[in-house]
């Protein structure tokens, strides 16, 4: 079986902590490979690599630093078949799919070839005499980030490339589920003409992400995955001293105002809520159409468009409209989650629980599920379930429709479907949630925009990418200096202030 490394100075690197993760093809059931669990030393090797690495990094200029984002630009490009497929692979989702999630990743590199430009301090000519003023943003030092299974080429990307364009070294410990695109990312980045030890990745569990948090070179903790996760890392990352953002779970909800486009909405519905088998931070998990007949109508396009799902394996190309979902414990969780639904007296409208490939019977694949009659207190309401499964929310109007989503504790996306402006910017306005898309299901912000969800969605002030990534990676440092003028004064006692 195959024996996946770390990727510590420049070299693949095996581990040496006798812990494993298996990793499966999620299509078969098959583990295909054994990935290696850092231990604490391990980690601090690595650290210790990236501490002296980091401050030549970060003494190179600008421009060079964008240079290398640009030619590893062209290097996703070359290839972006190779990266797709073994994503594909490890996680399950569509050759498609996972070929946008490179692409989606690839646009912040791109944002980050502006770093030059991003990086200009600001400057006070004769803040007073002889007295100029300026502010530089300085890199960190050694950063590190933890990133979930379900983006294992994007959200790594999200956080490496402006950390490093920034002149940090990066330390980045990917989920265990699908962790071979990540090790290609660092192969990449050395061959664009990064210097050997500024990113490394480190694959592990638990221990591996403790030893980072306690680590005191490691200056700022980057996270995304589960919200329990996230709070842990957050609390514990900011008592260390660390400057820490976490992008937890989501649930989130799409309202269908009666005025609405029926066709458009279900269409929307289907790819937002089925897509990738649900397994995105940014699924619509919830449709709340507006009204009774709304509901109806609503009903009655999706059934027949969620019965035609097909679900297949990723070698199937663009013959499947999703894939299975990561491992056996997360389609058990969902078929968990399922049966509460019917024992709380939802309404099962598709039932895709008898689902089964010929072939792949022990692929880890879910059938597409569609609940009607959800209500607020259903644990397929509260929790996030991320599958193939999505619950309708009747509501009466669009107070109650808003109020749902503003009272959920998630708060990552939302959307709504309207023909009218007036309600749509009200929505917008309004609404205590970090992406809103207004007719469009899936709002996720382009890469000089910045990403991240309110309330137990995030923890933490500044986003991802875009220009709140400039300021996590970097520290104000603001010099004051003077050169006078042949004037000779004595000491100043009292706060100067400019005249
Ligand atoms: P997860 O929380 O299980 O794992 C994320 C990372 O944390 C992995 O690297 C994992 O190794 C590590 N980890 C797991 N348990 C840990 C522990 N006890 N202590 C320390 N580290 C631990 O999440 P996942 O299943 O990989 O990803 C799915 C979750 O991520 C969903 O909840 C989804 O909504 C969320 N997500 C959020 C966003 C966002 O931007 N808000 C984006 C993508 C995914």
Redesign the pocket.
């Known amino acids: 079986m195959q024996e996946l490394t770390h990727y510590i100075d420049g070299a693949h690197v095996k581990g040496t902590s006798g812990r494993f993760a298996e990793v499966f093809n999620p299509a078969t059931g098959e583990v295909q490979a054994k990935v290696p669990l850092a231990s604490k030393d391990e980690m601090d090797k690595a650290v210790a690599v990236a501490q002296k690495a980091q401050p030549a990094w970060a003494a190179t200029n600008p421009q060079r630093r964008a240079r290398v984002m640009m030619k590893f630009v062209e290097l996703l490009n070359r290839d972006m078949d190779k990266l797709a497929e073994a994503l594909s692979r490890e996680h399950g989702k569509t050759l498609p799919d996972a070929a946008g999630d490179v692409q989606r990743g690839l646009e912040v590199v791109e944002f980050c070839i502006g770093a030059p430009h991003h990086l200009k301090g600001e400057f006070t000519d004769s803040a007073g005499p002889g007295i100029d003023m300026y502010s530089m943003k300085q890199a960190l030092g050694v950063t590190a980030g ?6 294992p080429a994007m ?1 790594p990307m999200w956080m490496f490339a402006p950390a490093i364009v920034c002149g940090n070294a990066f330390i980045l ?5 699908d962790p071979s695109v990540p090790l290609m990312l660092a192969e990449l980045m050395e061959e664009a003409g990064l210097p050997k030890g500024v990113l490394q990745v480190v694959n ?3 221990e591996a ?2 030893a980072i948090l306690e680590h005191e070179v490691i200056q700022s903790v980057g ?8 709070q ?2 957050y609390a514990q990352g900011c008592a260390n001293g660390k400057r820490v953002q976490c ?4 649930k989130n909800h799409m309202i269908i105002m009666p005025d609405a486009d029926m066709d458009q909405a279900a269409d929307a519905l289907v790819g937002a809520g089925y897509g990738a088998a649900g ?4 699924a619509i998990s919830v449709a709340v159409p507006v009204g009774d007949e709304t509901a109806d109508r609503l009903i009655e396009k999706l059934v027949p468009r969620v019965e035609a799902l097909k679900v297949g394996p990723y070698t199937s190309g663009n013959d499947v409209d999703y894939g299975p979902v ?1 491992t056996a414990a997360a389609k058990a969780n969902i078929e968990r989650l399922v049966q509460t639904g019917i024992d709380q007296g939802a309404k099962l409208v598709v039932d895709g629980r008898d689902f089964s490939l010929q072939g792949y019977e022990d692929g880890f694949f879910v059938g597409a599920h569609l609940f009607d009659n959800v209500t607020k207190d259903m644990d397929i309401y509260k929790h ?1 379930i ?1 599958g193939p499964v999505l619950s309708t929310v009747r509501a009466q109007s669009y107070e109650e429709a808003i109020g749902l989503a503003m009272d959920h504790e998630y708060g ?1 996306g939302t959307a709504i479907f309207t023909r009218d402006g007036d309600t749509a910017r009200d929505f917008a306005a309004r609404i205590n949630i970090g992406m809103v898309g207004v007719n469009v299901p899936i709002p996720v912000p382009l890469a000089y925009h910045t ?3 309110w309330k137990k ?2 923890f933490g002030d500044l986003n ?1 990418h875009g220009p709140d990534s400039f300021k996590f990676y970097t520290r104000t440092k603001t010099v004051t200096s003077r050169w006078p003028s042949g004037i000779k004064e004595g000491g100043e006692f009292s706060i100067p202030v400019m005249e």
């Open positions: 933890i990133t979930p299974f379900n983006f959200i410990k990917p989920s265990e589920r592990g569990d638990k992400v403790d996270f995304v995955g589960s919200t329990p996760i996230a842990y890392i992008f937890g779970g989501a397994e995105r931070c940014m990561v996030e991320f990552n990403f991240g969800g969605s995030m991802q």
